[in-house]
């Protein structure tokens, strides 16, 4: 079993930046591929990034740019750091795992997941 648990989240006013972090435990992030997800009130899931065991990482368009995803084996945490934020990257920002090389931004194809963290992005 896989523990996830996000930090990180706040209020911050547009064009701020903000790091989230998801620290695991039960198994080692340099196993496990790993995503970002969030969801905004009445809209579906949506993927954000990932990370995959070998580092290769991907991201949505939305936020190609600004998001960065990484992970720090020592730390077992997996981080995602935004930059220049925007009010429609509010949302609940979800950690996501699943014991596989491969990833995608698919919320099915992960098993594991976290409480989420808020984000508020004023305008």
Not at 23 to 38: D, E
Not at 61 to 78: E, Y
């Amino acid at each position: 079993q896989v523990q996830l648990a996000e930090s990180g989240g706040g209020s911050v006013q547009a064009g701020g930046s903000l790091r989230l972090s998801c620290a695991a435990s039960g198994s080692t992030v340099s196993r496990l591929c790993m995503g970002w997800f969030r969801q905004s009130p009445g809209k579906e899931r949506e993927g954000v990034a990932y990370i995959m065991s070998d580092g290769t990482t991907d991201y949505a368009i939305s936020v190609k740019g600004r998001f960065a995803i990484s992970k720090d084996n020592a730390k077992n945490t997996l981080y995602l750091q935004m930059n220049t934020l925007k009010p429609e990257d509010a949302a609940m920002y979800y950690c996501a795992a699943d014991p596989r090389w491969w990833c995608a931004l698919i919320s099915s194809s992960y098993n594991y997941w976290g409480q989420g963290t808020q984000v508020t992005v004023s305008s």
